[in-house]
């Protein structure tokens, strides 16, 4: 039997154990993935019977060697009647034979366990890759709204920690699992086979054993759910630390969140050694009662023996049958103890599938209808019809809004905080639905073409740029993959971000820290910029895109704006008149609902919410000679 | 500036100084190994007692006509075996138990170790590293090394005794035979040290292709929408799929060495036990060995292949924590470029005098400078206005003050002192800092405010958020400055979240502040309303001001004109109006006007 192996027992008291509720369904849906490689299942399977059973056959011909050629007045063996009289070379030579049939079933032996556990982990890991994959493409297809009720940092740890959990069992954990229930089976065949009786009282321990496994396994899992929750703090306070790292420092206060980080770690300790208490007794109440179970066997075996009372009927029980028992118990309390300690690990796996599956079961809302169209080469009209937007909890976000554009108009977006600005501009790429009425694109239903070709003919730059850990000239090429180096430094020359971009260490090919570290957030905004430019769309939406970046840039990034927006229509949430005031149509939203629209003129001269606005927010902005 | 890229610590190295760490665990260590060699001792009586057992049933057997003896002889066997089997139970618990408690506070001394690392670590330590890599080091690696503890060492240390027992109860049984166990011995140490080295680099490239993928993993839950609104679904598919297949090839990488080892550790214990048969039986053929004596051997022989069987199981312990360990350690021996000096002094309270000497710098020590010899002089009081466009060198400026990087060339002095010569906490503890992004931490709005003084009276807190702005905002939340924020509570505007950062520069009541008064992503009526309380906020200190916004420049005792790392114009805003036409051409255009008055 094969007793360790990569993340073998070593990990398994430790993992987070949980208990699965739908053990079947979940195990059926493991085997899907397994599936592709059944062949491979299959041969791990009969790899291991042949390997156990060559194991069961070792101790018959040791115990042959010893009958036929060592013991002096050896009669009978399994081949036939030995010559009392055989010379020492004769015997010696018999059991050399024996020793290398030995030789042979301890080879095979190890070579048929070698396959079998490579030839499971080829298929785990195999099975393990496509389940990875196929968690990271439902992440993309679940809609923003499941991460508005989800926070990303679970899904992640979710993701990351159960598939590691399913990891440590597939290999080396299900192979002794599977093995030692094969020996067990063989074990208690053999004592079923002997006498039956004596057989049901020696196993009387088995219960027990089950029940202590349950027990502790039980408790244990109790114990570890506290110490998850302070994990959960420790890797808070780590992840803080890291994010904060600025503000701990400026404030000098390293010593106040290292004494707090200290108090979450410690719960988490605590809670791990109480965990500990019950893991740890698992294994010595196990072996403890294998040793009653040896007692049980030569008492009830003895009494038999000496009061010449056979059992329950059957046949009195011989000294052999003791000696052999003495040895079966043995044999059997080694694989039960081992699968009990693997219980925990394959119960968190399985409850680490279950989660996971629960992710991939996880409906989109935002799917391509099943006779979507792929959206031709778009003009840019954008028409909202009656559009009415809910909240899971039904409140409704936009109430009735209606607006026409002709392609390459520019709308600005005005209104307070909250009134539904962004909303409006998350469904032209269709990030949510609308609830009633409609959104089309040149006539078309966003809902009836596909999301791809819907995508790709939009650009956005999001108020929060998002960098990837990669070379500035990934970062801009990836709102083109095909784009050549001359035409991401066009765009970033385009988006003013060409200058501090070549006066990076390594110029476009400096690789970026977490999320554009490294760079202010205006620069990050200018790369972002420079990205949706290269994407050349036929439709822009810039959601307070230039928030943050000081004015100079803004008005180099406005210049920028100019060219980009040539041509094409553009949605811009902006908080900057000079943004409004170039305007084709400005829309005044107000509570879910546009309250006013027009150029930006004819909105002042409406003396309405817009001017209220105007009055109290811009008007110091406008140069002297404007007003 | 010289940069803390640290030499890989080598491995087995890193293990050891890990399992030094128990040092500070003696008590429970010293408990735990003391029940171990009594357990681990006590299995080499199981042979004993098994036979006791069997003389016990074959003496009773053939003792005639006495039952009761006889039973009592068993009975008194069996009452035997099961003391011992409490006995032994009783110290495997508390060896596995305290085997436990102690790694568990080995791991606590290690997380703790790594936290007040990475509080300490210059910033450039982490524009080179990323968040998730750290995560993984303080945890995932931690609790391989702690497994390690816990188990692997146990087990080796139990291996070797169970092995070393065992030879020597061979030895006083049959010199002879044992001589033929031997040579398994230097067999199953070359193959233990030969897989050692195989697959420990290995585990290490695991762990870093398990890293990679976590990154794409990660980066791809937080830019969501970016990868969607550029339909890029297929193109991140593709290499996540790379990454999830390069990780996969080398876990099959080291399921090769593994199928190889396990069934090789095994062999070579097996055909021990051949040889052993094979010698032995000729022994007795030969009539020097009786039968009795060779079983009795054959029974210990078993002590020495299970723990040579063990080797496999500890090899991969091994492999995999000297890995972990060397990533811990290159965490906690990365430099940090910014300490105290040795004999650093305290800096004695401010009177905020700033000087800049003809400060160049660069990041990371490499590339173009960011800053090309700057110098400028603040009195106490006076506020500086930085102004220029997105990297010009504003935020270096503001960065090389509280010594979050280190001048490359020339010095910032604050009241005359150098700032690398005095010592850290009682310089920063003196400035005051609002920066544009704000991180707020995990507790209560009041804990976030008193950031910098968690000793302040509640009055104070809630004066400082008045001054601010912020107490209306926080008042209307539902358990007011008791209300929890931060990554497990309720999430704050960027707005609110500046105004808690300059509550919290206010209750500092700093003699130097810094500031960028740039307000991001609120709405125009709230940006009205952070700048009223950054106003009250540089009242009487000497500010160094990233300016958006005409107020200050009018205020500013100095405008600094940055262009690409240089100070182009200096003066007042009257000054600066007559004779820099930049200046004038960004005052004109640019800058932004009060609209509240």
């Known amino acids: ?627 | 500036m010289k940069q803390g890229t640290p030499a890989r610590p080598r491995a087995p190295g890193a293990l050891m100084r890990a399992i030094r760490f128990l040092g500070g665990h003696k008590r429970t260590t010293a408990i735990a190994y003391s029940a171990l060699i009594v357990a681990t001792l006590a299995q080499l009586v199981v042979p004993v007692l098994v036979q006791n057992m069997i003389d016990t049933v074959t003496l009773a057997s053939q003792t005639g006509g006495d039952i009761r003896t006889a039973e009592g002889l068993v009975f008194n066997a069996a009452g035997l075996i099961l003391l011992f089997a409490l006995l032994r139970g009783a110290f495997s618990f508390v060896q596995a138990f305290m085997a436990e408690t102690t790694s568990q506070g080995l791991a606590f001394d290690l997380r703790n170790a790594i936290f007040a690392k990475i509080q300490r670590l210059s910033f450039s330590y982490y524009d080179r590293n990323q968040t998730g890599q750290l995560m993984i080091r303080a945890t995932d690696d931690v609790e391989r090394l702690r497994t390690f503890i816990a188990q692997g060492l146990v087990l080796a240390a139990s291996s070797f005794l169970l092995l070393t027992g065992a030879l020597i109860i061979l030895a006083f049984t049959n010199l002879r035979l044992t001589f033929v166990v031997m040579p398994l011995l230097p067999i199953a140490l070359a193959l233990f040290i030969f897989f050692g080295r195989v697959s420990q680099p290995l585990f290490a490239v695991v762990q870093e292709r398990l890293s990679a993928l976590n990154t794409i993993l990660q980066e791809n839950l937080a830019g969501l929408k970016v990868v969607r609104a550029f339909a890029r679904e297929p193109y991140e598919e593709q290499r996540f799929d790379v990454a999830a297949t390069n990780l996969m090839a080398q876990q099959l990488r080291i399921n090769q060495v593994f199928s190889f080892l396990f069934p090789v550790i095994f062999l070579v214990a097996q055909l021990g036990q051949v040889a052993i048969l094979y010698f032995g039986g000729r022994q007795i053929l030969g009539g020097t060995l009786e039968l009795g004596g060779y079983q009795k051997f054959s029974l210990y022989l078993t002590y020495v292949f299970v723990p040579l069987g063990q080797l496999g199981f500890i090899i991969t312990l091994v492999a995999q924590a000297s890995a972990s360990a060397r990533r811990i350690f290159e965490v906690l021996d990365a430099q940090s470029e910014i300490e105290d000096k040795p004999g650093a002094l305290p800096l004695p309270l401010l009177n905020g005098r700033v000087e800049f000497r003809n400060v160049t710098f660069r990041y990371l020590g490499t590339g173009d400078p960011v800053l090309k010899e700057v110098s400028f002089v603040a009195e106490p009081g006076q506020t500086i206005a930085l102004l220029g466009a997105t990297g010009s060198g504003k935020t270096t400026i503001i960065n090389l003050l509280p010594r979050f990087y280190d001048a490359s060339e020339g010095a910032v002095l604050i009241d005359g002192h150098d700032v690398r010569d005095v010592t850290l906490d009682s310089l920063r503890s003196q400035i005051g800092i609002v920066l544009q992004e704000t991180n707020l931490f995990s507790g209560t709005v009041r804990d976030n405010i008193a950031f910098g003084r968690p000793e302040a009276t509640e009055a104070e807190v809630e004066a400082a958020a008045r001054a601010a702005a912020a107490h209306s905002f926080i008042a209307a939340m539902p358990e007011g400055y008791q209300t929890k924020v931060g990554e497990r509570g309720v999430t704050l505007s960027g707005g609110q979240k500046q105004r808690i950062a300059i509550a919290r520069a206010l209750l500092l009541d700093p003699r130097l502040l810094i500031l960028d008064d740039s307000t991001s992503s609120v709405d125009l009526q709230t940006e009205a309303t952070i700048q009223q309380a950054l106003d009250t906020l540089m009242e009487g200190r000497t500010s160094v001001v990233i300016a958006q916004r005409i107020s200050t420049v009018l205020r500013a005792d100095q405008i600094l004109v940055l262009d690409q790392g240089r100070i182009a114009a200096a003066g007042t805003h009257a000054e600066l109006m007559e004779h820099s036409p930049i200046y004038a051409e960004i005052y004109h255009s640019q800058l932004v006007k009060e609209t509240n008055l």
């Open chain 1, 1 to 627: 039997m094969m007793m360790g192996g990569p993340g073998g027992p070593g990990r398994m008291l430790n993992t987070e154990t949980e208990r699965p509720k739908r053990v079947g369904v979940t195990l059926a849906r493991f085997w899907v993935y397994f599936r592709p490689w059944w062949y491979a299942v299959v041969l791990t399977m009969i790899l291991l019977v042949l390997s156990t059973v060559m194991q069961v056959l070792t101790p018959g011909l040791i115990g042959q060697a010893v009958d036929c050629y060592l013991l002096p007045n050896a009669t009978a063996c399994w081949y036939g009647t030995v010559d009392p009289a055989a010379t020492f070379e004769d015997r010696a030579a018999g059991l050399g034979v024996i020793v290398l049939l030995l030789t042979g079933l301890f080879v095979g032996g190890s070579l048929l366990q070698g396959l079998a556990f490579y030839s499971m982990n080829w298929a785990g890991q195999r099975a393990l890759r496509r389940l990875r994959e196929d968690t990271f493409a439902q992440i993309h297809r679940l809609s923003l709204g499941f991460y508005t009720r989800n926070e990303a940092g679970n899904i992640m740890s979710r993701i990351t920690s159960d598939t590691d959990t399913i990891q440590q069992v597939l290999g080396f954990a299900l192979l002794s699992v599977v093995s030692g229930i094969m020996g067990i089976v063989f074990t208690m065949s053999a004592m079923l086979f002997a006498n039956v009786p004596y057989a049901l009282v020696s196993l009387s321990i088995v219960p027990l054993m089950a029940w202590a496994t349950f027990y502790f396994s039980g408790e244990a899992r109790k114990a570890f759910r506290k110490s998850r929750r302070e994990m959960g703090s420790v890797n808070a306070g780590l992840q803080e630390s890291i994010s904060g790292a600025r503000e701990v420092q400026a404030f000098s206060r390293e010593a106040e969140s290292i004494e707090a980080f200290r108090r979450a770690n410690a719960a988490n300790r605590d809670a791990n050694v109480r965990a500990a208490s019950f893991t740890s007794a698992l294994n010595p109440v196990l072996e403890a009662l294998g040793y009653v179970a040896i007692a049980i066997v030569v008492v009830v075996g003895s009494l038999s023996l000496l009061r010449n009372q056979p059992l329950f009927g059957t046949t009195v029980i011989s000294v052999g049958l003791i000696f052999a028992f003495i040895q079966y118990v043995q044999r059997f309390n080694q694989p039960i103890q081992q699968i009990a300690v693997l219980w925990t690990n394959i119960q968190s796996a399985i409850a680490g599938g279950e989660r996971i599956f629960g992710l991939l079961d996880e409906q989109p809302e935002i799917v391509d209808a099943p006779d979507a169209v792929v959206l031709p080469q778009i003009k840019g009209q954008v028409v909202f019809e009656e559009v009415q937007v809910a909240y899971q909890t039904g409140t409704l976000v936009l109430k009735g809004v209606s607006f026409v554009t002709k392609p390459g108009q520019m709308v600005a977006i005005v209104g307070p905080t909250g009134a539904g600005k962004t909303t409006i501009i998350n469904l032209i790429p269709r990030f949510y639905d609308v609830l009633k009425g409609r959104v089309t694109i040149d006539g078309y239903d966003v809902r009836n073409v596909t999301a791809a070709s819907l995508r790709s003919q939009i650009g956005i730059v999001l108020q929060d740029a998002f960098l990837f850990s990669d070379t500035v000239m990934n970062n801009i090429r990836y709102g083109r993959l095909e784009a050549t180096d001359e035409e991401v430094i066009a765009a970033a020359q385009l988006a003013s971000a060409h200058a501090f971009i070549e006066r990076l260490p390594d110029g476009y090919q400096t690789v970026l820290g977490e999320r554009g570290g490294g760079l202010s957030q205006g620069q990050r905004q200018l790369i972002a910029i420079a990205r949706a430019a290269l994407a050349n769309p036929r439709i822009l939406i810039l959601d307070e895109a230039t928030s943050s970046v000081d004015t100079r840039t803004e008005r180099m990034i406005q210049q920028a704006f100019d060219q980009l927006l040539e041509g094409r229509t553009s949605f811009v949430i902006a908080h900057r008149l000079s943004t409004i005031r170039n305007a084709d149509l400005v829309l005044m939203v107000k509570d879910g609902q546009i309250v006013e629209r027009g150029t930006h003129e004819q909105l002042l001269a409406l003396r309405g919410d817009y001017y209220a606005l105007y009055m109290s927010q811009f008007h110091g902005e406008e140069e002297p000679q404007a007003a």
